[in-house]
C-alpha cells in the first residue's frame, strides 16, 4: 500500500517542525512519496517565504535591489538546514535563482522557489530522492493544468522511484516556463501525486486535527468531524477555506481515494477523512455548519411569472451580461430570488437592475443587503424525519428571523438566509439543538 503525505507551510517552518514531519514518515513505511509546501509562519507575526518570495519578485519587478530580502530567504532555509544538522548548502540554487531573478524569470517561477528548495531540504533530511515538480507536473500553453499528460508522466516516474519528495504548488507550461496553481495549491499537487500513485490514502497534515463540525471562532472548542463525504463537503465549502483547497478533492475522488486531514502537532490524532461515501452515521444528524456573511437578495415579481417560458433564462442572462455569479435562487409562483455576492454587485447594481427590465420586463424588483447564508449539511438529514423542524424551532426561540430557506433536492443541504447581526447566534442555535442537546 502506498501513501502520498503532504505537509503543509506551519508543518514546516522550523527545524523543530520538519522533526516531527520526519518522524510521522517514518513512523509508517506506506508514507513513500511526500509533498511539502514552502516553510509557514512560525509565529503569528512572521512571514511565509511565499509571502517574502512575492514581495522579493515585486522589486525586481520595479527595478529594485532584490538583494538583501533574498537573502533574508536564504536565512530562512539556513536556519532550518542548520537546525537539522545537514550537510547541504543552498548556495548554488540561490546563485541561479538569482540569476533568474534579473532574467525576469516570472512570478510564479519566484514563487515557486518556496516549495522547491524546502523540497530538496526534506529530500535530504529523509534520505528520498527529489523530482522537480516542473519535470512531472503540467500546465497547457492557456495555463490550465494537464491532468491526463501529467498523470501519465508522473505515474511511470513515481513507478521507477520507491520513495520521493515532489514539491507542491506548480508544474511547468510547454515552453518551460514555471507556472503555480493559486494560493494554498500544494494541497492539488499532493492530490495528483496520490492519483498517479493510485495511493491507498492522501494524508493531509496541517494544524487542526480536521474539520470542525462549526467554526471555532464562533463556537468554543466545537467537535472534530470524524468522517465526511466529498459532497458535502462541496456543500460546506466556505467552511474549508484555510484547510483544504478546494480543488484537492477532484483527482483524488475521480481515483477513489479517501483524503485524511490530520496534525502535525498531535499526529495521535485521527483528524478528518473525506470519503466517496460511507457507511458511517455521523455522530449527530448534521456533519457540519457553515455560513458567510455579505450576500444581497435580488427579488424579482411578476404577475403570471409561473406560465411564461424563459423567465428565469432571461433573468439569469442579466446577471450574465454583468459577469456576476450567483449562490442560490429560491423561488415562489410569481416571485424568483437571485442570491448574489454584496462586494461583488454593490458596484453593478443599478446595471443589473436595468438588464432585467429590459430582458424580463418584471413588475417589480427589490434588493434586500446586509444576508448572511447559513448551510446545514449532513448525509444523515436523508433518512431523519424533522431535521427542518429542529432547525427552525431553534432558531425562533433564538429570536431570530428566517429570510430565506432552500432545502437541495439531495437532502444533503438547508441553506437559511439571515441577517448579518443574526448570522453568529444562528450558528448558535443550529450548533446546540443538534450537537450539545443532542435532540
Ligand atoms: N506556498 C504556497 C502558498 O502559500 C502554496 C501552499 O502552501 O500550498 O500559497
Known sequence: MIKVVKFGGSSLASAEQFAKVGKIIQADKERRYVVPSAPGKRNSKDTKVTDMLYAC?????AEEDFRVPLMKIKDRYDTIINGLNLKLSLEEEFRKITENFKNKAGVDYAASRGEYLNGIIMANYLGYEFVDAAEVIFFDKDGIFDADKTNKVLGKRLAKTERAVIPGFYGSMPDGMIRTFSRGGSDITGSIVARAVRASCYENWTDVSGFLVADPRIIDNPQTIKTITYRELRELSYMGAGVLHEDAVFPV?????PINIRNTNAPEDEGTW???STCHQSKYTITGIAGKKGFVSVNIDKD????????????LAAFEENAISFE???????TMTVFVHQP??????????????????????ELEGDLALIAVVGRGMKSTRGTAGRIFSALAHANINVKMIDQGSSELN??????????????????DIFVETQL
Do not use: C
Open 253 to 257: 475522488r475521480k481515483a477513489g481515494i
Open 414 to 431: 438547508i441553506i437559511i438566509g439571515v441577517s448579518n447581526a443574526d448570522f453568529e447566534n444562528a450558528i448558535r442555535a443550529i450548533y
Open 304 to 315: 403570471m411569472m409561473n406560465a411564461e417560458v424563459g423567465f428565469g433564462r432571461k433573468v
Open 328 to 334: 442560490h435562487m429560491p423561488s415562489g409562483i410569481d
Open 274 to 276: 473525506i470519503v466517496e
Open 344 to 365: 461583488e454587485f454593490e458596484g453593478k447594481e443599478q446595471a443589473v437592475i436595468s438588464a432585467i427590465h429590459r430582458l424580463a420586463q418584471p413588475d417589480s424588483i
Open 57 to 61: 519578485y515585486a522589486l525586481v519587478e
